[in-house]
């Protein structure tokens, strides 16, 4: 069972060159995020999209757009990359929490990005 | 104020000893909590959640949560050097919004 997937592991970019982060799940949750994760700062959510079809900001949207492809896919675009954006990203999914579900988070196994 | 807090350590214990870790959090409204650990390089991973007052126990993890002092804490009973790790609480704050602490470095000595 693959959980959540993330592509690529490992990118190195230029300043202003652009790339998309891919994210897949098939635990046929709702909602989907990504993080980002720097050091003494912890995870900071990007964007997230609570079910298909809807995308919303999170903490440190600025520089990036997402799509909700399907319920399947989220994924992260950096239009025009700076050094800024040199981080560990982090695509998670979850369902939404209630008395019977736990609303854990699960994780891909991230994404090392260098922008040079 | 930083909406969740935690002591970014180092930790460390001897093994075999309890190793204490705490967070605090500042939404009132905040739901469900959670402990995850993050092992250097990799993606965290769920240890535990606790949504009611009190203690909840699997294992030897114990977490405790006190919704009046907004205070989060787990408990790691004889500890390993395997438990060595970033302790990420996070809170859910909202149906969708979780927010996580800075972690918390833990270092068990052999």
């Known amino acids: 069972n693959a959980g959540v997937t993330q592509t690529p592991k490992f990118q190195v970019l230029k300043t202003g060159q652009s790339m998309t982060l891919q994210c897949a799940q098939d635990?046929?949750?709702?909602?989907m995020y990504w993080y980002r994760q720097d050091p003494g700062m912890g995870l900071r959510l990007i964007y997230y999209?609570?079910?298909?079809?809807?995308?919303d900001k999170g903490e440190v949207p600025n520089g990036y757009n997402v799509s909700r492809l399907n319920k399947r896919e989220f994924s992260l675009r950096l239009e025009s990359a700076a050094p800024s954006q040199t981080s560990v990203y982090f695509c998670?999914?979850?369902?939404?929490?209630?008395?019977?579900?736990?609303?854990?988070?699960?994780f891909g196994e991230g994404s090392r990005l260098t922008v040079l | 104020q930083k909406e969740v807090e935690q002591n970014s350590g180092p930790l460390s214990v001897p093994e075999g000893a309890i190793a204490s870790l705490n967070c605090t959090y500042s939404?009132?409204?905040?739901?469900?909590f959670f402990w995850y650990r993050q092992y250097s390089g990799k993606s965290p991973e769920l240890i535990m959640f606790?949504?009611?007052?009190g203690d909840k126990e699997d294992g030897r993890f114990t977490a405790q949560l006190n919704k009046a002092s907004q205070y989060v804490s787990l408990l790691i009973r004889d500890s390993q050097p395997s438990d060595s790790a970033t302790y990420l609480c996070?809170?859910?704050?909202?149906?969708?919004?979780?927010?996580f602490g800075t972690g918390t470095r833990l270092k068990v000595l052999a």
């Open positions: 998670a999914s979850s369902e939404v929490w209630t008395s019977e579900n736990t609303g854990e988070l699960f």
């Open positions: 606790i949504y009611s007052n």
């Open positions: 939404d009132r409204g905040s739901q469900s």
């Open positions: 635990m046929n949750h709702n909602s």
């Open positions: 996070a809170v859910l704050s909202g149906t969708y919004k979780y927010i």
């Open positions: 999209s609570a079910s298909e079809g809807t995308t």
